[in-house]
């Protein structure tokens, strides 16, 4: 295709058929949405996702379709229609092809129905799937970062440029976590507030890296299926549990090589012969008490404040978490072990004749649990939900009467996929879709200049409950008679997810 630029501007008036010559001058009009841009040759509408093509409006991404694929035991995949050479763009009603709304553009605010209704066949049944790219003013990103590290307090806000985008919110276990974007930003402040907050939800959505400061906190670097980056150092690990956790997997393994052991955690620090751990091993009392709140015991809260040191905190030293040593119940010749929730940080230390710690060479069994700690932390990675409503007039592209589609969602009739991938549906009210972006295709997410994200939704159910909620019927086309002047691209789909047609529900593939 053409190269393209943007063309913004639009005229009075009520918009003619989509694509209407506007004059002579090669303008066509496009009424997509209720912008209706005045396009000339050679550039695109506002939204760039339509394009004055030789004085055609075009799409200027070919429509995507998934095919279907199986993974073998040995991991070959294998694709269902097993095109000879290049595939020619033929299709049949039962093809194993699921069309996807990338590419398919929108019908926003939906005054028309959406711009593909397909009518097909899988497994004997025969299905309709309602394909349009949603536009969303109303929707976030829910983003996990795995890290102890301390990224910056809760609700402190989350900056891009210098312009706010989200927030940090409460923390997981192992994770901090963010929440970006949302209509007040996109919509409610600046112009460049919401300018920046779109770009950056783009740029997540598409997988592409975006770089963050928490204020007050740390600077982040951010993309989904990446370890994170926390000022500037590449996180490896999760943390393996809490220093309670950690003493309960592995404190028989401890046994015989350590008089105490003290897990060092931002959240709860553990110390073994406190701990109900060190009971059942029958170990005697250390006289070491360690600073923070005592919860149950052997698990302490407040140890220390949360940072970038040992088990996210912000303790370098970890005899410094030490309050007092008990001589009436320490020796000289105890062997105190500390270790961090990942197994990054541990120092080994016999107590001199002044019942002062002295650090020691870590004996091997001892190295060897560190290890396997280690090897218990997951990578660290972040995850990047795409959280959407698509509970207003986006129904109505699928149905006259828009609370049937809810209700037929709701009641698992109609599932909903985006761009292929599973969606998972909140509970409650409307039509609330969330997906990982990494089961997305590539590039499934655009914007338009409101700002807003552009997501590629699909509806797909049976055509006998398609026809009950009321839709769309002539609007319906045959897979097999689906015109795409503007091409369309056939991806494999992936054979670790479930086929959009298929009985299996989103909450399950999640």
């Not at 997540?204 to 000022?231: F, H, S, W, Y």
Request: proline letters at 7%; hydrophobic letters at 35%; aromatic letters at 6%.
């Amino acid at each position: 295709m053409t190269e393209t630029r943007r063309d913004t501007s639009a005229v009075e008036g009520a918009p003619p058929t989509k694509g209407q010559d506007s004059g002579g001058d090669g303008v066509v009009r496009c009424d997509a949405c209720p912008v209706i841009c005045r396009i000339r040759p050679g550039r695109t509408g506002a939204c760039d996702r339509y394009a004055n093509i030789d004085g055609r409006l075009a799409r200027t991404d070919p429509l995507t379709l998934l095919q279907k694929t199986e993974q073998k035991p040995d991991g070959q995949v294998v694709r269902f229609l097993k095109p000879q050479g290049a595939w020619d763009g033929s299709l049949t009603s039962d093809a194993p092809v699921f069309v996807t709304g990338i590419g398919a553009t929108t019908t926003y605010p939906d005054y028309k129905p959406a711009p593909f209704i397909v009518a097909g066949k899988w497994r004997g049944v025969d299905t309709v799937t309602v394909v349009t790219e949603g536009i969303f003013s109303y929707c976030s990103l829910k983003v996990k970062i795995d890290t102890d590290r301390h990224i910056g307090p809760e609700q402190a806000d989350v900056l891009v440029d210098g312009e706010p985008i989200g927030h940090v919110t409460t923390a997981e276990y192992g994770s901090q976590m963010l929440s970006l974007g949302g209509v007040r930003h996109l919509t409610g402040g600046a112009k460049k507030e919401g300018v920046v907050t779109c770009k950056a939800m783009l740029d997540l959505c598409n997988k592409r890296a975006v770089e963050m400061q928490i204020d007050g906190g740390a600077k982040l670097t951010v993309q989904a299926g990446a370890a994170p980056i926390v000022d500037g150092e590449q996180e490896r690990r999760m943390r393996v549990g809490c220093g309670s956790a950690a003493i309960g997997m592995f404190a028989q393994q401890w046994r015989g090589h350590a008089d105490e052991v003290i897990v060092v955690d931002d959240h709860i620090t553990g110390v073994l012969s406190e701990h109900q751990a060190g009971a059942y091993l029958d170990m005697s009392p250390s006289g070491i008490r360690v600073r923070g709140r005592k919860s149950t015991p052997g698990r302490y809260f407040q140890t220390a404040r949360p940072g970038a040191g040992w088990g996210g905190t912000d303790v370098t030293d970890p005899l410094t978490i030490i309050e007092k040593i008990d001589p009436k119940k320490a020796w000289p010749g105890l062997r105190l072990f500390m270790v961090s929730t990942t197994g990054e940080d541990a120092l080994y230390c016999v107590l001199d004749e002044d019942l002062t710690p002295v650090p020691t060479e870590m004996p091997a069994p001892l190295a060897q649990v560190v290890d396997r700690i280690a090897e218990n932390c997951e990578p660290a990675l972040c995850s990047v939900l795409f959280l959407g409503g698509a509970g207003g007039s986006l129904r109505a592209g699928v149905t006259e009467n828009p609370v049937r589609l809810t209700r037929s969602v709701r009641d698992a009739l109609t599932r909903v996929t985006v761009g292929g991938a599973p969606a998972y549906v909140w509970p409650g009210g409307g039509i609330t879709v969330m997906v990982d972006v990494t089961q997305t295709p590539d590039e499934a997410f655009g914007s338009v200049p409101t700002p807003a994200l552009v997501a590629p939704i699909e509806f797909s159910m049976s055509r006998a409950d398609y026809l009950a909620l009321g839709g769309h019927e002539a609007a319906i086309v045959a897979l097999d008679r689906i015109e795409t002047p503007d091409g369309r691209r056939l991806i494999d789909a992936r054979a670790d997810l479930p086929w959009p047609h298929d009985p299996k529900t989103a909450e399950e593939a999640l």
